[in-house]
């Protein structure tokens, strides 16, 4: 989503979102104001889509524009990390709050659901003092909206709209998707409205998520929804329905990671110099490998990352045996160890 071109030679900052759902690319000008956003579905395949994210963002850039500043984030952020030369590599939790400030400052909670997972932060003052996660069930997720969805043949875009034209929405299991989705097939069975049970299916996402990843948060105003299922107005109607207060979507709700990403590496490196290793990773061959070191009984899964066959990073091992040193090793870079202690920061 192009907003505006870069001037010659002006700086950019650049953030990255890897998740299992979507990849999101973000573009900062020098005053650290979007100027691009990508969102691109991850497809089971992270690599492809950041080079892809990197080629379209690229594309809306001049060619002499500097890259000052590059952050990595979601459950892909090492990857994406060694990939492009992160500055930053941080966890969700941190990204979406520092997104969060930046762009509805004083914020005090942020309800957050992508397409695999749900998050809770709580805010005061500007510092993050507590927060939640859940990655378990999918009835308080994105994904499960799509199934369903799907099943009801509505375009996922049309979803909420649908669901408030509603006057008597069903009440709906919420607790387990698979209940949930009998629950669904047996109201229609019945012969209940789509309206109504698009409805209720919004009320039974809210209600999951406010009795798992909620429970005992303080959810006080004011309050920001973000992540792909922000855009469901009918999912932001039943969490201000339920809650009795607004709730507030940034106009980048969608990309609030890499937006986060992006702001965090570029307070990182300040006046020094950028890691990024150029657009041009976008063409090289990128691949995984991995290795089961049976040195111990603890097993450990090695993942291995080459870059037009040169390992650049390994990572998964609980001791230093396959750790690469910084001189003496076949490509010379961080250690992963490193990786390893920025992405849990």
């Not at 984030?73 to 030369?85: F, N």
């Not at 969700?92 to 914020?107: D, K, R, S, Y």
């Not at 993050?128 to 009801?152: E, K």
């Not at 469901?232 to 507030?248: D, H, P, Q, T, Y």
């Amino acid at each position: 989503m192009k907003e505006n071109t870069i001037d010659t030679e002006h700086p950019v900052v650049l953030g990255i979102d890897v998740g299992s759902v979507s990849t999101n690319v973000v573009a900062l000008d020098g005053d650290l104001k979007p100027i691009d956003t990508v969102y691109l579905r991850t497809a089971g395949n992270p690599v492809r889509a950041l080079q892809e994210g990197l080629k379209q963002i690229q594309s809306s850039l001049s060619p002499t524009a500097r890259v000052t500043a590059v952050g990595t984030t979601g459950s892909g952020r090492q990857l994406a990390g060694v990939m492009v030369g992160a500055d930053a590599i941080k966890n969700e939790i941190t990204a979406h709050a520092v997104a969060a400030l930046n762009e509805l400052p004083g914020v005090n909670t942020v309800l957050e659901i992508g397409g695999q997972d749900s998050k809770i932060i709580i805010l005061r003052d500007g510092v993050v003092v507590d927060f939640a996660m859940n990655s378990v069930c999918a009835a308080g997720t994105g994904s499960f909206l799509d199934r369903q969805a799907a099943r009801l043949g509505i375009p996922i875009e049309e979803f909420g709209e649908l669901a408030l034209r509603s006057e008597n929405p069903v009440r709906i299991a919420g607790r387990c998707a698979v209940f949930a989705e009998s629950d669904m097939i047996h109201k229609q069975q019945m012969g209940h409205g789509t309206e109504d049970i698009t409805r209720g299916l919004c009320k039974a996402l809210v209600r999951n998520y406010l009795n798992n990843v909620g429970k005992g948060k303080e959810i006080r105003p004011p309050v920001a929804f973000q992540g792909g299922v922000a855009a469901n107005v009918g999912i932001r109607k039943a969490f201000e329905e339920s809650l009795g207060i607004e709730v507030m979507v940034a106009k980048h709700f969608k990309v609030m990671g890499a937006l986060g990403a992006a702001l965090i590496a570029h307070s990182e490196v300040g006046s020094g110099s950028t890691a990024f290793r150029g657009f041009g990773v976008s063409e090289v061959e990128i691949a995984t490998r991995s290795l089961d070191c049976d040195h111990c009984p603890n097993r450990c899964e090695i993942i291995q990352i080459y870059i037009d066959n040169d390992l650049i990073a390994r990572w998964g091992g609980r001791c230093p045996r396959w750790e690469l040193t910084t001189a003496g090793d076949e490509t010379g870079v961080i250690r992963s160890n490193e990786r390893e202690t920025a992405a849990s920061s």
